[in-house]
């Protein structure tokens, strides 16, 4: 096997999607089935993982070559699911301008063991979005099924033994819509029977689909553009209910029906709100671009919600493409300055903020994936590294990283690699560019 250690270069990027099969049999406690993981809260509930990072780095079990894109791997059930681009066209675009660009999107099948390729399913696009270097969604996979859905609205449901289309819907044209700046981020949600997807057009921002058909089950509201925040359901005075969030409402809805719960107004700027919703106690904290930054409070039978503050200054933070995670009444997560910071709720006071986990310095937009495994965090950083430590009101105590992917991408001047990662097997997998790879990280790697 072979090791990777050194450090250098920066990641960074801006407004994509906060912005899992059947195969060989391998070894694996839980899957990484979607994105942010099987219950999509950023936890490895593994065991059997190294303590430490060893100084001769870690062992790269495969690579496997990919193309373009920003979306995380999927695993489960002995294959890896990445969605990318192939264009013969310069798609590593630095600015916010839109123009087109021809190629074909895939799905790609790997073997979880090997990497070798399995199947691939691709098609033509034209992309008009910016940064249009290839997709944002993370693969969905549901049993049999796994689900895709590609910058510019496609949406598919394939078989994840042989890659055969299940069914298959352009959203654009179905729905009478257009991609937003950065196109179609937002990661489609499994519930029961349904898949909900966030869609654009007109009474139709959220539709819940036939997961097996592709039957249109509902749809619900009507926005500016799609925006790029997943759908989440919380558990609401005992009751389910289905957040969503627009570039000009935070709302919730019936999951089973559409049928409205609660709204209320707020402005995303550029329309870049990108992370989940996060739920304490009564409360629902959301935040994006520009410093904006939302807690509201929910009434006791989960009807209403009104403003507790927004968009103050100094507190709270700010996440652009990483998902903050929380701990008890703390928030950890990074601000849209690259600053690693753990806020207390509800009055969004800053404990700490360090750039330590990125550089030495902070940078606009600087950004590190956090997963919470056991008592410490994995975080997937703009330099292409893993980075192993401890998060408390204290701060951020880190025990080691290693650098095991190139950033291949550039945004802000910089090359970046911007891509969430999967933890599966006691292993990561994660992509640039130009390759997916597979790191190991049991315990046994370095004995």
Same mark, same amino acid.
């Given at each position: 096997?072979?090791?990777?250690?050194?450090?250098? *270069?920066?990641?960074?990027?801006?407004?994509?999607?906060?912005?899992?099969?059947?195969?060989?049999?391998?070894?694996?406690?839980?899957?990484?089935?979607?994105?942010?993981?099987?219950?999509?809260?950023?936890?490895?509930?593994?065991?059997?993982?190294?303590?430490?990072?060893?100084?001769?780095?870690?062992?790269?079990?495969?690579?496997?070559? !990919?193309?373009?894109?920003?979306?995380?791997?999927?695993?489960?059930?002995?294959?890896?699911?990445?969605?990318?681009?192939? #264009?013969?066209?310069?798609?590593?675009?630095?600015?916010?301008?839109?123009?087109?660009?021809?190629?074909?999107?895939?799905? !790609?099948?790997?073997?979880?063991? &090997?990497?070798?390729?399995?199947?691939?399913?691709?098609?033509?696009?034209?992309?008009?979005? #910016?940064?249009?270097?290839?997709?944002?969604?993370?693969?969905? !996979?549901?049993?049999?099924?796994?689900? #895709?859905?590609?910058?510019?609205?496609?949406?598919?449901?394939?078989?994840?033994?042989?890659?055969? +289309?299940?069914? #298959?819907?352009?959203?654009?044209?179905?729905?009478?819509?257009?991609?937003?700046?950065?196109?179609?981020?937002?990661?489609?949600?499994? $519930?029961? $029977?349904?898949?909900?997807?966030? !869609?654009?057009?007109?009474?139709?921002?959220?539709?819940?689909?036939?997961?097996?058909?592709?039957?249109?089950?509902?749809?619900?509201?009507?926005?500016?553009?799609?925006?790029?925040?997943?759908?989440?359901?919380?558990?609401?005075?005992?009751?389910?209910?289905?957040?969503? +969030?627009?570039?000009?409402?935070?709302?919730?809805?019936?999951?089973?029906?559409?049928?409205?719960?609660? &709204?209320?107004?707020?402005?995303?700027?550029?329309?870049?709100?990108?992370?989940?919703?996060?739920?304490?106690?009564?409360?629902?904290?959301?935040?994006?671009?520009?410093?904006?930054?939302?807690?509201?409070?929910?009434?006791? $039978?989960? *009807?209403?919600?009104?403003?507790?503050?927004?968009?103050?200054?100094?507190?709270?933070?700010?996440?652009?493409?990483?998902?903050?995670?929380?701990?008890?009444?703390?928030?950890?997560?990074? $601000?849209?300055?690259?600053?690693?910071?753990?806020?207390?709720?509800?009055?969004?006071?800053?404990?700490?903020?360090?750039?330590?986990?990125?550089?030495?310095?902070?940078?606009?937009?600087? &950004?590190?994936?956090?997963?919470?495994?056991?008592?410490?965090?994995?975080?997937?950083?703009?330099?292409?590294?893993?980075?192993?430590?401890?998060?408390? *009101?204290?701060?951020?105590?880190? &025990?080691?990283?290693?650098?095991?992917?190139?950033?291949?991408?550039?945004?802000?001047?910089?090359?970046?690699?911007?891509?969430?990662?999967?933890?599966?097997?006691?292993?990561?997998?994660?992509?640039?560019?130009?390759?997916?790879?597979?790191?190991?990280?049991?315990?046994?790697? *370095?004995?």
């Amino acid at each position: 096997m072979l090791r990777l250690i050194d450090s250098k *270069t920066i990641a960074i990027a801006v407004c994509f999607g906060l912005f899992a099969g059947i195969g060989f049999p391998i070894a694996h406690g839980e899957d990484w089935p979607q994105w942010m993981g099987p219950r999509r809260d950023n936890v490895w509930r593994e065991t059997g993982i190294i303590e430490s990072i060893p100084p001769g780095g870690l062992p790269i079990v495969w690579r496997a070559p !990919v193309a373009g894109g920003y979306a995380g791997p999927a695993v489960a059930n002995g294959r890896v699911f990445v969605a990318d681009y192939q #264009s013969a066209e310069d798609v590593k675009i630095d600015n916010f301008d839109r123009k087109e660009f021809t190629g074909k999107e895939r799905l !790609v099948c790997l073997d979880a063991t &090997s990497g070798k390729q399995l199947w691939a399913h691709e098609y033509p696009v034209k992309y008009t979005v #910016s940064y249009p270097a290839g997709p944002r969604v993370t693969p969905t !996979v549901d049993g049999d099924r796994v689900y #895709s859905l590609g910058t510019e609205g496609d949406l598919f449901c394939f078989d994840a033994g042989s890659g055969k +289309v299940v069914w #298959s819907k352009d959203l654009k044209v179905e729905y009478k819509t257009k991609a937003a700046l950065w196109g179609w981020a937002s990661h489609p949600l499994i $519930d029961g $029977d349904k898949l909900i997807c966030i !869609v654009g057009g007109e009474g139709s921002h959220a539709v819940a689909f036939d997961k097996r058909t592709g039957k249109e089950l509902w749809r619900n509201g009507t926005a500016p553009e799609q925006g790029y925040c997943p759908p989440t359901i919380f558990s609401v005075a005992g009751k389910r209910q289905l957040i969503l +969030v627009q570039p000009n409402h935070l709302r919730a809805v019936d999951p089973e029906s559409g049928k409205p719960i609660w &709204s209320t107004p707020y402005e995303a700027d550029n329309g870049s709100i990108i992370m989940t919703p996060i739920l304490w106690k009564d409360h629902i904290f959301l935040g994006g671009f520009n410093n904006r930054k939302l807690l509201v409070r929910l009434n006791n $039978d989960g *009807t209403a919600a009104e403003p507790v503050w927004k968009d103050l200054a100094d507190q709270a933070l700010s996440p652009v493409n990483v998902q903050p995670t929380l701990e008890g009444d703390i928030l950890y997560g990074f $601000d849209q300055d690259g600053q690693l910071m753990g806020v207390r709720l509800p009055d969004g006071k800053r404990l700490f903020q360090t750039s330590a986990p990125i550089s030495k310095r902070k940078q606009g937009s600087g &950004s590190a994936f956090l997963v919470k495994q056991a008592d410490r965090y994995w975080m997937f950083n703009e330099l292409g590294e893993i980075v192993l430590g401890k998060l408390s *009101t204290q701060g951020f105590a880190e &025990s080691g990283r290693a650098k095991v992917i190139r950033p291949t991408n550039n945004a802000f001047g910089r090359q970046v690699v911007w891509c969430p990662p999967a933890f599966a097997n006691r292993r990561m997998y994660v992509r640039n560019d130009e390759e997916c790879v597979c790191v190991d990280l049991s315990a046994r790697a *370095t004995q």
